[in-house]
């Protein structure tokens, strides 16, 4: 079943003279228990269709289901079952953390002594419990991301929504949120995550939709959106006197898609490099070739966002 199901997704915000299409036209499914990720340069509009999907912004145009309810009349059945932690954090910055989250546990209708425990249970998990008497002002930026997302999943929602939720995380809070967000998986919920590290898609989604301009340009798995591309990249370093014969025997090769020479490296193309390594050494050592080095190289993401945006990630 579908927890998210999107149709013609169209927003548009006009300033003063100038109109911004910020959603053209956006079809999205998410099955239910999925990750997904939607990545995207800023300004693509990830944020705008997060604010709709979660009725806080209502479109222009087109319809979506979140949790089998629609947006425009089930709004209030939505907000209790999903969870959204907003680009910009929603902490109340003169109260302390504890209080944060036991003010939006309440506000989720979980009674009293049902807050407190499960209140503590998060600030234990996400490591907070030491500050969590402090306010929040005085937190750190990665502190205060940490709380976010607590404040995000108090009510066990099934369906999560989060907005770039490591910017401003060291290496190690991240490593942390990735594992809270898989242990959250596992129980069940449901992720929409944005974000423009690749690595971070790549890691954590069993889906990604790349997005720009408003609209979702491709939608697969990390694996299938990399296969897209020409496939893997094996280099050989060969003795230039060996490189014809061998440049010979790897052309007549089935899982070779093709093959070029590199000043003294054998350039070759496969479907999957994990196979080909151990077929491309048997080859070698069956022909009594001197194989100097051998490297193998994957399309990334943003390989695969280069290829179908016309520009890199980094740069947009
Ligand atoms: N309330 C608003 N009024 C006017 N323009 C807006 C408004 N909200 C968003 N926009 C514009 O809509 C476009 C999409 O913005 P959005 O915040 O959805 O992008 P984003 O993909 O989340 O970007 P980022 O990666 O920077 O967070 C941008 O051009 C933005 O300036
Ligand atoms: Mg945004």
């Known amino acids: 079943m579908a927890i998210i199901e999107a149709h013609g997704l169209k927003k548009q915000f006009k300033s003063g003279k100038t109109v911004v299409d910020a959603l053209c036209g956006i079809n999205l499914s998410v099955a239910e228990g999925g990750i997904i990720g939607l990545l ?28 089998g309810q629609p947006i425009d009349t089930g709004s209030a059945a939505i907000r209790r079952r999903i969870g959204y932690v907003s680009q910009q954090g929603g902490a109340e ?28 249970e998060l600030l234990v998990g996400f490591e907070l419990e ?24 108090v009510h066990r929602p099934v369906l ?5 939720p490591a910017v401003g995380l060291d290496p190690q809070s991240r490593a942390r949120l990735w594992d809270e967000v898989r242990s959250l998986h596992r129980g ?9 590290y690749l690595d971070e ?5 069993d889906r990604v939709a790349i997005i720009d301009h408003g609209q979702i340009i491709v939608e697969d798995s990390p694996a299938g959106l990399k296969r897209t591309l020409a496939g893997d990249v094996v ?51 069956d022909h009594g070739l001197s194989l100097q080095t051998i490297t193998l190289d994957r399309p990334s993401l943003d390989d ?8 890199s990630l980094r740069d947009a």
Request: a neutral charge.
């Open 40 to 67: 995207g340069p800023n300004g693509a509009g990830k944020t705008t269709l997060l604010r709709i999907l979660t009725t806080l912004l209502q479109p222009d145009a087109g319809t979506a289901q979140i949790v």
């Open 160 to 164: 999560l929504f989060l907005d770039e």
């Open 201 to 205: 898609a790549d890691a954590l989604c």
């Open 93 to 120: 910055a003169a109260a302390t953390g504890r209080e944060n989250v036991l003010l939006q546990a309440r506000l989720h209708g979980l009674s009293a002594a049902e807050a407190k425990q499960r209140v503590s």
């Open 130 to 153: 030491s500050i969590a008497d402090r306010v929040v002002q005085t937190y750190s930026g990665g502190q205060r991301r940490r709380l976010d997302l607590a404040m995000g999943m």
């Open 188 to 196: 069940g919920t449901s992720v929409v995550i944005t974000t423009h």
């Open 304 to 311: 695969v966002f280069l290829h179908y945006t016309g520009r």
């Open 235 to 285: 280099r050989l370093g060969i003795r230039v006197d060996e490189l014809e014969q061998a440049r010979t025997l790897f052309t007549n090769q089935a899982f070779v898609r093709d093959i070029s020479c590199e000043d003294e490296h054998l350039r070759l193309v496969v479907e999957q490099g994990e196979t080909a390594l151990p077929q491309i050494l048997q080859l070698v050592n």
